[in-house]
């Protein structure tokens, strides 16, 4: 199969070690250029997650692979935005699903706090990619703000876990409680303090 890298075009095998070469390429392009690893583009289907599980899957057929990276500066905008439109959707629909909570649970109201819970840990694996990123005080405007955001994702996290025990025992009242009195707030101090770039 073919890697293109920017204007590069690499012969890699379509088996195991060209997998291993691909992440050596990603890795390295990453480290020389300051840039992070955005998502691959495979025979023209974009691949955000999970791309080594598709490319085993598909080692057969794949032709060519486009490599896309983004700068820092860019990358961190993108998550900022997507956590912006998250929380503003979630907590504008939370007071429907604990409300459901305490009334009658079915299909539907299970789903949503299942999708409650992974928005929550999406949150958390965000902010500690970008707060792992090479000088993330450097791209913030105000740092006492990023760490303002810090804590309320971290009550956010406890407040998420808190529902844990409730859940099991299907404890209704909790569970709405919880989502209305601890989870909600937690959402809305995160979004007021949700750092933006400079």
Do not use: C
């Amino acid at each position: 199969m073919q890697i293109m890298l920017d204007e590069e075009l690499i012969e890699i095998e379509n088996d195991e070690s060209g997998l291993e070469k691909l992440l050596q390429i990603i890795e390295q392009k990453a480290i020389a250029s300051e840039l992070i690893f955005s998502h691959l583009i495979v025979d023209g289907v974009e691949i955000y997650e999970d791309f080594a599980d598709y490319l085993q899957a598909n080692f057969e057929n794949i032709k060519e692979i486009h490599l896309q990276f983004l700068p820092l500066q860019q990358f961190m905008q993108d998550i900022l935005q997507s956590t912006k439109e998250y929380l503003t959707g979630v907590i504008a629909t939370i007071e429907d699903v604990a409300n459901a909570v305490y009334n009658q649970v079915d299909s539907e109201t299970w789903q949503q706090i299942d999708l409650l819970l992974e928005g929550v840990q999406w949150l958390g694996e965000t902010f500690r990619v970008m707060d792992s990123l090479p000088k993330p005080a450097d791209m913030v405007k105000d740092y006492e703000q990023w760490n303002l955001y810090a804590g309320e994702l971290q009550g956010l996290e406890i407040a998420t876990a808190s529902l844990s025990e409730p859940l099991q025992f299907v404890d209704h009242v909790t569970v709405g409680n919880i989502m209305l009195y601890e989870i909600k707030p937690a959402m809305e101090r995160l979004i007021a303090n949700l750092p933006s770039l400079k």
